[in-house]
């Protein structure tokens, strides 16, 4: 066997805790570690020689060695804001022992100055850059930066991941990636900032080719279209599904598929139904807010030319059931907001709305707004292992709010507390099962992971009787009401019953911090921040 000319060590960072997103206790439910893998490590490990070894740690299911970097000729890694202290603290640990470390990703893109200690920084698309970097590092190059020109990628050239690295037992789904960038122009938003306003796509063939490698490898069951707005090239999609379709039906389903969209999927039935045909079960939305007032000031007015609870429900109509963003903290908003979300989620029977508060990411429009207003907090970092905690839930305003802090918080407050109330998230399951119309390739119950299936039912089960018994009556009522009246409804609303085992604690711990953090400043503990000054 010839030996490797290079052994390229990637390191997933682990993501902060305390995460709306990291389904904890539903993972364990379920007999996995994380909800899901790497996609952009194994893309990049892709991209590598075929004359490297690559190895992968993903530090949300496993630890780092001290025999691992002993291993590694270079260590790759990098992340989104959540795993900026831990990419960090890898960095420094590859420094000290004398192990050349490459960053790269959505938070080395956006705040590169906070990565200097690194040997590389990759800047912007790997695509576009990564033969630059590789070839100075065989010329004997150990330390730059190389940045890639914005949105010119060629996501058709982008190899298919490297998924043999991965453990499928591991990870509640698997990742894939259609499409890069969204049309909208959001002001809060990052995406448009890292992968533009013009989607690029990649072919039907290209797609396919993925979807083949993960099923030739043995996997079967949920994959993720991690796409930020997988139909933001509503053309390209609708000329890719049908070949996605032909694909499902020729292997009996091996997948089922979810995604994240705007809100006007709903205008289009035919797109709905292709979904629908392809096994497309769910679909994260962002609404943000049923105020038009804050959705125009925030660039979002999509959202405000149809009814929002309609849109939701047609959704529904296509057997895809809807999980939901909002956000609260905006300069518009008004002392109704508690109110005005927590209906909308009611109304729209949307069981899992991921609601947080607003955080004015790196780059955005909203940012640099904020820091010529000198309202903007300097301080971005969440490099420091100790603090680094939480997500939007409980780490966001980091700015001087025009409400008073504790008004905001405390509505943020009363919409977890209510909308994550038990009877309150049962009942929208409920309603859930009632809407749904499941008499397309979705609504089969004997699918590709029934026998996962049978034992998240079996595990579930469990978990609700005896476990955790404040949950019992709401859980069997859900349960026998769903099998007699649709019974085709039965696997997502038993999806949407397992995540309520993260999500129900989650709020009691949400609660908790959010009334912590009221109490400091009402007691005068809380000191405002140091500002950006104003340009």
Not at 134 to 155: H, P
Not at 410 to 423: G, K
Request: net charge negative; charged share 25%.
């Amino acid at each position: 066997m010839t030996e490797p000319t290079c052994r390229a060590l990637l390191i997933h960072p682990r993501f902060m805790a305390g995460s709306f997103w990291n389904y904890g206790k539903t993972c364990e439910l379920v007999g996995a570690k994380y909800p899901a893998p790497p996609l952009g490590l194994i893309t990049v490990a892709a991209m590598l020689p075929e004359t490297w070894e690559a190895r992968l740690i993903d530090r949300n299911t496993a630890e780092l060695e001290d025999a691992d970097l002993e291993w590694a000729d270079i260590v790759l890694t990098g992340g989104m804001l959540p795993q900026q202290a831990d990419t960090l603290q890898i960095v420094r640990t590859c420094r000290a022992k004398g192990i050349p470390v490459a960053v790269g990703g959505p938070d080395p893109t956006t705040s590169p100055e906070l990565y200097e200690e690194a040997d590389f920084r990759i800047i912007g698309e790997a695509e576009g850059v990564i033969g630059e970097f590789l070839s100075a590092w065989e010329n004997g190059t150990r330390s730059g930066t190389f940045t890639a020109e914005k949105f010119k990628a060629d996501v058709t050239a982008t190899p298919a991941p490297r998924f043999d690295l991965l453990n499928f037992e591991n990870y509640v789904q698997v990742s894939v990636q259609f499409s890069r960038g969204c049309p909208f122009t959001c002001e809060f938003c990052d995406i448009i900032e890292l992968y533009g306003r013009k989607p690029r796509t990649k072919n039907a063939d290209q797609m396919l080719a993925e979807l083949d490698r993960l099923y030739a490898l043995g996997y079967r069951g949920h994959v993720d279209f991690v796409d930020d707005n997988l139909i933001g090239n509503k053309k390209a999609v609708k000329a890719f599904l049908p070949h996605l379709i032909k694909w499902q039906k020729e292997r009996n389903y091996p997948f089922e598929f979810s995604t994240e969209a705007s809100l006007n999927l709903a205008d289009d039935p035919e797109l709905l139904r292709l979904m629908q045909e392809a096994s497309f079960f769910s679909v994260f939305i962002g609404i943000e807010s049923p105020d038009p007032d804050v959705l125009v000031a925030t660039r979002k007015k999509q959202n405000t030319r149809r009814d929002i609870a309609k849109s939701v429900h047609r959704i529904y109509d296509a057997g895809i059931w809807v999980l939901a963003g909002f956000i609260v903290g905006f300069d518009e908003e008004n002392d109704r907001v508690a109110d005005e979300i927590s209906n909308l989620i009611e109304e729209a029977a949307i069981p899992v709305a991921m609601t947080g508060l607003l955080y004015a990411l790196p780059t955005t429009q909203l940012t640099r707004r904020l820091a010529r207003e000198g309202r903007l907090h300097a301080d971005f970092g969440m490099d420091d292992p100790e603090t680094a905690h939480g997500d939007q839930c409980t780490a966001g305003l980091n700015f001087q709010t025009k409400r008073p802090r504790q008004e905001i918080l405390r509505d943020f407050r009363e919409i977890i507390a209510r909308v994550y109330a038990p009877e309150a998230y049962f009942g929208r399951v409920r309603n859930v099962a009632r809407m749904l119309k499941l008499d397309g390739a979705n609504g089969s119950i004997v699918s590709a992971g029934f026998s996962h299936d049978l034992k998240l039912f079996g595990r579930l089960i469990w978990s609700m009787t005896f476990t955790n018994k404040s949950y019992r009556w709401p859980f069997w009522r859900t349960l026998i009401g769903t099998a007699l009246t649709n019974f085709r409804a039965i696997k997502p609303v038993l999806e949407m019953m397992a995540l309520y085992v993260h999500l129900g604690p989650f709020s009691l711990f949400v609660v908790e911090q959010i009334d912590r953090q009221i109490e400091e400043i009402e007691s005068g503990s809380w000191t405002t921040p140091e500002l950006v000054a104003a340009e």
